[in-house]
């Protein structure tokens, strides 16, 4: 793989002088386009050649992607570091056989989990759970990182179904977090969902005591108003939470990849079990196009060799995720942790250093809004920052028919001024009456864009349940393929630990409680100032 590292990177380098607009054609806009579970994939507007495709393929090849992809989905401990299967897609397994395990099939379970969560869901929406003060209107969940951005995320994209009762989240440990959620609420008709797969998150448990405190003050039985999703039911018991509203999952659903288990409740009650199973099953017309489709015509595997492409052959070192629906706004937050947690890894599953860059910085924000705060930047700024595109056919405001019309035009025109640009003559001849001589020159210099920028667009129907499944499955499986092909473990997170350890021991030093002196100096002076300062 070394070889293919550093001949992908040549291919990069000699891309550099390539025209993106001479390579477009109308063979070119299909035959590097992708359709899957109703959806398109264009990665035309990229530099990427022939030639640069079929090494990539053979990257897939020399990595053995399709028999660790058969891995993946047969249950086997893949996640090597945690002696763990991978198996969030059997949550999503409706009309699939069974799933092994150690020799048992984990289906019925996961079936029966989902039964259960659609009946405690049905019950609040249907106000047969009731709260101290009557039917349940607000549902809080606290958690955080995969159990907080999957749900928010969904919660917020499938606002057109959320028919349930009002759904909130709580994740930062800041108390001005869940103080200003909790603030308006009744708590006689609240329930608290406590999403923690460990139930240990130092952020979750102090926000699940917080609002237990907040609760008492009005609640004669707050823990009949909480409910817990977790893999630690020991804990959620100690909590005081009743085993009839506790949810449980094995460990071989990752944080990142667990909301279409328990922790989809809280977006369960919002938009309903016909809803979620929709959800459910857009995921998995996913899973069975990147089980059975040749790579060439498969999404997840091109979404992933263009990002690599761009990433580790080009040397862009982020990427930036486009949503042009509002309702996306969380999606690029989802991802960064998806991405970033799941491939941001220096070393490869057998502890080597890698021998090139791990995954890239992810970042974005809903499309339009973006294109008034950091579009100049990917437009005309030093660095190339390939763009992902996404925007729907329609939306659901129909009497609206126009701005989604714009909005489309929006995306599509963004893509297509990143691609063409702007010479210097046409800048010129936009000005040519305003200014002349050295000034035309000066002044038609800024108004250049040098265009050639790489983007790839996705576009689906309509944001539904089965659509956002599809998308979400889409880029798990792109995390996948690109952690294979970069030799390492996507399913760990051993990155996130020693910053939790340390502000584990830092607590007591910022109360006063310990001494600062073990910490280094500027630690240690911050310390003093935010404690002369208040803290
Ligand atoms: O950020 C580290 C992490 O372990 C994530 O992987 C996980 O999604 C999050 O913390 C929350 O963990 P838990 O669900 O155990 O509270």
């Known amino acids: 793989m070394k070889d293919m590292w550093s001949t992908l990177a040549q291919k990069g380098q000699a891309a550099a002088g390539r025209s993106i607009p001479e390579l477009m054609s109308a063979e070119r806009a299909d035959g590097y386009a992708v359709e899957a579970c109703g959806m398109r994939f264009d990665y035309s507007k990229t530099a990427m050649t022939d030639a640069d495709r079929d090494h990539l393929l053979a990257m897939c090849d020399a990595a053995g992607l399709s028999d660790k992809r058969r891995a993946m989905f047969e249950g086997r ?52 759970f009731r709260g101290q003060g009557g039917a349940i209107t607000d549902v809080v969940n606290i958690g955080i990182g995969g159990s907080d951005l999957g749900p928010a995320m969904a919660t917020l994209a499938l606002a057109p179904y959320h028919d349930g009762p009002r759904c909130h989240f709580v994740s930062n440990v800041d108390g ?52 817990a999703l977790s893999t630690a039911q020991d804990k959620t018991a100690a909590f005081g939470i009743s085993e009839t509203r506790v949810f449980g999952f094995a460990d071989w659903v990752g944080g990142r990849y667990s909301m279409w288990g328990p922790i989809g409740l809280s977006l369960l009650i919002a938009i309903g079990p016909e809803a979620f199973r929709a959800f459910l099953r857009g995921a998995e017309s996913m899973d069975i196009h990147f089980k059975s489709a040749d790579p060439l015509e498969n999404m997840p595997v091109m979404l992933a060799l263009t990002g690599l492409w761009h990433n580790q052959g080009c040397g862009h070192a982020t990427r930036a995720v486009l949503p042009y629906e509002q309702r ?66 329609e939306g659901f405001e129909h009497e609206l028919p126009h701005q989604h019309r714009l909005l489309i035009a929006n995306c ?10 702007r010479s210097l003559d046409e800048a010129k001849a936009l000005i040519k009456d305003k200014f002349s001589g050295d000034e035309l020159e000066r002044q038609a210099r800024h108004r ?20 956002l499944g599809a998308i979400v499955a889409l880029y798990e499986h792109r995390v996948f393929v690109e952690g294979v092909l970069l030799g390492i473990n996507s399913f760990d997170q051993w990155g996130v630990e020693l910053g939790k350890e340390l502000a584990k021991a830092l607590e007591p030093v910022v109360a006063g409680e310990t001494s600062a ?19």
């Open 77 to 128: 401990a893949i996640n090597e570091t945690e002696g763990r299967a991978v198996l969030h897609t059997a949550l999503r397994n409706l009309s699939g056989g069974a799933v092994m395990i150690d020799e048992q099939d984990v289906m019925p379970r996961v079936l029966g989990t989902l039964a259960r969560m659609e009946g405690f869901a049905r019950a609040v929406r249907e106000g047969n």
């Open 176 to 227: 001005a977090h869940i103080a200003d959620i909790l603030g308006p609420l009744n708590p006689e008709t609240t329930l608290i969902i406590v999403a923690s797969k460990t139930f240990t998150t130092i952020e979750t448990m102090t926000n699940a005591a917080t609002a237990k405190a907040w609760m008492a003050e009005r609640v004669r039985d707050p823990a009949a108003q909480f409910a």
């Open 328 to 393: 996306l706004n969380r999606l690029p937050a989802y991802l960064q942790q998806l991405e970033m947690e799941s491939n941001g890894k220096r070393v490869s599953m057998d502890g080597a250093d890698l021998p090139v860059d791990s995954g890239p910085v992810v970042w974005g924000e809903p499309g339009t809004n973006g294109q008034h705060a950091f579009y100049q930047l990917i437009h005309q700024g030093t660095r190339i920052i390939p763009c992902e595109f996404m925007v729907g056919a």
């Open 412 to 421: 599509l025109a963004q893509a297509e001024a990143l691609m063409k640009g």
């Open 448 to 467: 250049v864009f040098p265009g050639n920028r790489p983007s790839t667009m996705l576009v689906y129907p309509k944001l539904t349940p089965e659509v």
């Open 517 to 535: 002196d073990d910490k280094d100096a500027s630690t240690a002076s911050l310390v003093g100032w935010l404690q002369r300062h208040g803290a």
